[in-house]
């Protein structure tokens, strides 16, 4: 029987590891694998309210293995470390308790056909001192370690008296993380006040975004820049645009111009990379982001075998762009992929992969919704905000959880998740 593999269990990875297991591996044609270094699956969209508080991975994750026994496939918890291309192998690096003893030995698990689905890392762009005092958002890990942070420094600050003292959080990054984060904190100020912090509100929190463009979310039409601006300073949040960080510090970041932008948490989320794993191996032809370059059906440009999708994926379009890394992108990637490997199977020709962009969403916490819908929905970018906007990004979440678990399961964990969100508590404080 034939060994797909898929390292990666993100939005890509996880959408098509269950349609392969429905479509291949229920029929006994092959033997599907997913290997990742987390047990939860969280989507990626969702990391800033991890790291915010508002979602709980226990309620809003997806179990790998309790997902793998209902629908058939094999789970392996690790971290890749090596690649043989010649014999079709992968090396898993042990696993460890904490108190250093090993669980899982080193295993050498192999392939007929590999997906690397393995994601991005926060590009720190060699920025001095980024990595020593910066939170990154680019994993469930990272995104738990700020949380706690969070919860430390408000806890701080609600037993002062002192009014005039305020926590101060600085973001690196006017992207869409670093915006919708910046909304989420100015929310979760407000809503600590409910659960057991009776002198905090958003009165005591100041935050700061920092983005070197000329405009927050330079990658999206400005009139959407333009609204998320506007009500980001509707809320207190200082925008500070043009404004390039040469390093950071313990207690704030340093401008190019030398202004000390002071801050209790530091936080980066200014560009993404492929992991350095990737370019280590030296085994693929990448990109400047080290994203693996990929022919026209996303197999490798070095073995047709291996297949590579999601944000560690270099397609350059015919435009002469690369595709961004996005969730929509890693949702048709995962098409595409899983397409061609089930053709693969049933000697049917491969499909060739053309990124299509609907548009863009940014969600600022409760206050505003704004994005663009794009494709055939119009013929150029279409503004929209507020209900509308809502109601399409909580769209985006629900094709997700769709293409994970099926219809009816689907609409079940959509269903808890409403529930819990009207009976349960709307702040984590653990």
Known sequence: MKKIVIVGGGAGGLELVSRLSKSLGKKGLAKVTLIDR????????????????????????????????????????????????????????????????????KRIIDYDYLVLAIGSVSNDFGTPGVSDYSYFLDSLKQAERFHKALLNQLFILNQSSDESQTLKVAIVGGGATGTELAAQLHHVANLAK???????????????????????????????????????RKLGIQVLESTRV????????????????????????AGVKAPDFIQNLGL????????????????????????????????????????????QSAHQMATIVGTNLINTFKSKPLKTFKYTDYGSLVHLSKYSTVGSLMGSLSNSSMFIEGRLARLVYVSLYNMHQFAVHGWFKGFLVLLSRRVSNLVGTRFKLH
């Open 246 to 269: 040469s390093k950071a510090e313990k207690h704030g970041f340093v401008t190019s111009t030398d202004e000390v932008i002071e801050a209790d948490l530091l936080v980066w989320a």
């Open 194 to 232: 409910s659960y057991g912090m009776p002198r905090m509100s958003s009165k005591r929190i100041h935050v700061s975004i920092i983005e070197a463009g000329e405009r927050i979310l330079p990658a999206l039409p400005e009139r959407i820049a333009n609204s998320a601006r506007g009500a980001l």
């Open 284 to 327: 693929f032809e990448t990109n400047r982001a080290q994203q693996v370059l990929v022919n026209q059906y996303l197999q490798s440009t070095v073995d047709e075998t291996i297949y590579v999708l999601g944000d560690c994926c270099g397609f350059l379009q015919e435009n002469e762009k690369w595709v961004p890394p996005r969730a």
């Open 38 to 105: 987390n047990a939860t699956h969280v989507w990626k969209p969702l990391l800033h309210e991890v790291a915010a508080g508002v979602i709980d991975k226990n309620s809003d994750g997806v179990d790998y293995a309790i997902h793998a026994a209902r629908l058939n496939y094999n789970f392996q918890l690790g971290n890749m470390s090596h690649l043989d291309q010649v014999n079709k192998t992968i090396a898993l690096d042990p696993i460890y308790d904490d108190e250093g003893a090993i669980l899982l030995p």
